[in-house]
């Protein structure tokens, strides 16, 4: 059973930084995607960042170039988001999520099976 369990969230003043990471466990393809959600009070689920695990490649929110960066760790079957210079329109839950067997990875929330279950980050003026 495929379980994304997400930790590193908090409360921190806009310029800040903070990592995420979401834990993997209970799958066995070596093609496919990862990637970050958030959903703030009142607003949609928007796509953060995406990363094609075969290819390592990357996908951004226009909002977030420059600011943040996915990655992950093979080894330990951890996903990352290290967001710098936070601003307070950062805030909101944010989700890690996971498609196996892709072939490709997108940054559409509708592409991914798997969720977890959310961390929240706050981002103080």
């Known amino acids: 059973q495929v379980q994304l369990v997400e930790s590193g969230g908090g409360s921190v003043q806009a310029g800040g930084s903070l990592r995420l990471s979401c834990a993997a466990s209970?799958?066995?393809?070596?093609?496919?995607?990862m990637g970050w959600f958030r959903q703030a009070p009142g607003k949609e689920r928007e796509g953060v960042a995406t990363i094609y695990i075969s290819g390592r490649s990357t996908i951004y929110a226009d909002s977030v170039k420059g600011r943040f960066t996915i990655s992950q760790d093979n080894a330990k079957n951890t996903l990352y988001l290290q967001m710098n210079s936070l601003k307070p329109e950062d805030t909101a839950m944010y989700y890690c999520?996971?498609?196996?067997?892709?072939?490709?990875?997108?940054?559409?929330?509708?592409?991914?099976?798997?969720w977890g279950q959310g961390t929240q980050v706050t981002v103080s003026s």
């Open positions: 999520a996971a498609r196996f067997f892709s072939g490709y990875c997108t940054i559409d929330a509708s592409f991914f099976s798997y």
């Open positions: 209970g799958y066995t393809s070596s093609r496919y995607c």
